[in-house]
DNA sequence: ACGAAAAGAAACGCTTCCGTAACGGTCTGA
DNA sequence: TCAGACCGTTACGGAAGCGTTTCTTTTCGT
């Protein structure tokens, strides 16, 4: 079931979404970061940082960094790989669902709002 | 025209617009940055830097910033309004009019894409 | 058993962003 | 006309991001 916009419907869906998210959210996540908490909860486990590093196209560090701001903020959480204690599980909180709904549906609204 | 997203297609629009534009750009511009610059674009002019930094909620050095790094990448330009001098007026470019196409045809594309 | 490889984190120097505050140039109305 | 309001920028100290490099722990192959 594709979606089909036409290009004034993209582009202003992208704006009202980010506008409100802007104004919204204090937070202030920078695209890297939305990539990889949409990443970690769209796409099935396990999730690893050089796995996620592989997939953005980024050093290790930026995924190191970005899990210990959205850590702090309680988007994510990790945990060492038992199996293989080399690896560090990085896990969803109930907070990162939330914030993730609340996007979800600011987007369904501003999608409902599209005109032409 | 309104479009009508489920929750799961909103997040995976947004998940896989994000990861492409994360992995294929190396601009790498804040949410706040991509708000101003499709607004500068979408909206009719004039706009200001006063007159952005009430829609963003955010202060004024925040777009005087913005708007330095946008220039520096060719993407918006300034120029005095010649009626009040106290005004800058903010225009599009050519470069920033082919980045925000480009953006819309990705968007156009993870739409068509999407399932469920 | 032990050296090489792998994974993630930490350190380093740098850049860029933030908000607050102060600053010059411009307009306006009393 | 000129004091005050307005507009955008700059300055400042601090926070957070970046890529590269180094380090620690763990695993794996021989």
Redesign the interface.
């Known amino acids: 079931?594709?979606?089909?916009?036409?290009?004034s419907?993209?582009?202003?869906?992208?704006?009202s979404?980010?506008?409100e998210?802007?104004?919204i959210d204090n937070r202030?996540?920078?695209?890297?970061q939305?990539?990889i908490l949409?990443?970690i909860?769209?796409v099935p486990p396990p999730h690893t940082v050089r796995g996620l590093a592989g997939?953005?196209?980024?050093t290790k560090p930026v995924i190191t960094r970005a899990l210990d701001t959205m850590g702090d903020l309680g988007l994510v959480t990790r945990s060492r790989d038992e199996r293989d204690k080399r690896n560090v599980i990085i896990k969803r909180t109930v907070d990162g669902a939330l914030y993730?709904?609340k996007?979800?549906?600011l987007?369904?609204d501003q999608?409902?709002?599209?005109?032409?």
Chains 1, 2 share one sequence.
């Open positions: 079931m594709p979606v089909e916009l036409s290009a419907q993209a582009l202003n869906l992208w704006h979404v980010s506008l998210q802007v104004r202030d996540l920078t695209l890297r939305i990539s949409l990443h909860y769209l997939i953005l196209g980024v993730l709904e996007l979800g549906d987007i369904i999608g409902r709002k599209l005109s032409i």
